[in-house]
T-cell receptor, first 108, second 114 residues
Framework: GIQVEQSPPDLILQEGANSTLRCNFS?????LQWFHQNPWGQLINLFY???GTKQNGRLSATTVATERYSLLYISSSQTTDSGVYFC??????????FGKGTKLSVKP | KAGVTQTPRYLIKTRGQQVTLSCSPI?????VSWYQQTPGQGLQFLFE???????NKGNFPGRFSGRQFSNSRSEMNVSTLELGDSALYLC?????????????FGPGTRLTVL
């Protein structure tokens, strides 16, 4: 099955810093989503981005499908950005296959 | 629109018991998927229901089962609970629109098995 790898596993930033999170996947996909899991466990949709680039405020994402990776950019980070960021792709049955996540801690 | 809701939010059971978790999807969404999240295994797919039929199933033992009702609400049941079933159980609903299927997650049910 498809393998999804995320890096780095942990990231500590000072408030105001920028960061880039990476997601590599082992096969071609037609569905890739980025999620933010807050400290209470809620998974929040950030982007549906099987290819191309999207931006939403301080967050943007780029997926290069031909090279099988996606990047999530966070600019001017805030303490509320803390949590775990997951990349997920659709498997052959349509279910989401998740990476192990990047745990982001933003310090004031 | 209201988001995906899950009940209960927290649950404590003992080994050998059974448990039923409930999920109400976003209005108009007909697909409901369940995922288990543990520190060791991460997020893993359990099963998906669409129009009251199980459409896909992950690699979990038969103790894990589910169903979907005509109003798209879904329940999952775990029988003969084991310590390793302690996890956050997440439900997601989706609406296939224009070939795009984006999944929206509920807040989860945190199950502790003692």
């Amino acid at each position: 099955g498809i393998q999804v790898e995320q890096s780095p596993p942990d990231l500590i930033l000072q408030e105001g810093a920028n960061s880039t999170l990476r997601c590599n996947f082992s096969d071609s996909v037609n569905n890739l989503q980025w999620f933010h899991q807050n400290p209470w466990g809620q998974l929040i949709n950030l982007f549906y981005i099987p290819s191309g680039t999207k931006q939403n405020g301080r967050l943007s994402a780029t997926t290069v499908a031909t090279e099988r990776y996606s990047l999530l950019y966070i600019s001017s980070s805030q303490t509320t950005d803390s949590g775990v960021y997951f990349c997920a792709v659709a498997g052959s049955q349509g279910n989401l296959i998740f990476g192990k996540g990047t745990k982001l801690s933003v310090k004031p | 629109k209201a988001g995906v809701t899950q009940t209960p939010r927290y649950l404590i059971k003992t080994r050998g018991q059974q448990v039923t978790l409930s999920c109400s999807p976003i209005s108009g969404h007909r697909s409901v998927s369940w995922y288990q999240q543990t520190p060791g295994q991460g997020l893993q797919f359990l099963f998906e229901y669409f129009s009251e039929t199980q459409r896909n199933k992950g690699n979990f033992p038969g103790r894990f089962s589910g169903r979907q009702f005509s109003n798209s609400r879904s329940e999952m049941n775990v029988s003969t609970l084991e310590l390793g079933d302690s996890a956050l159980y997440l439900c997601a609903s989706s609406l296939l629109q224009g070939g795009i299927s984006t999944q929206y997650f509920g807040p989860g049910t945190r199950l502790t098995v003692l």
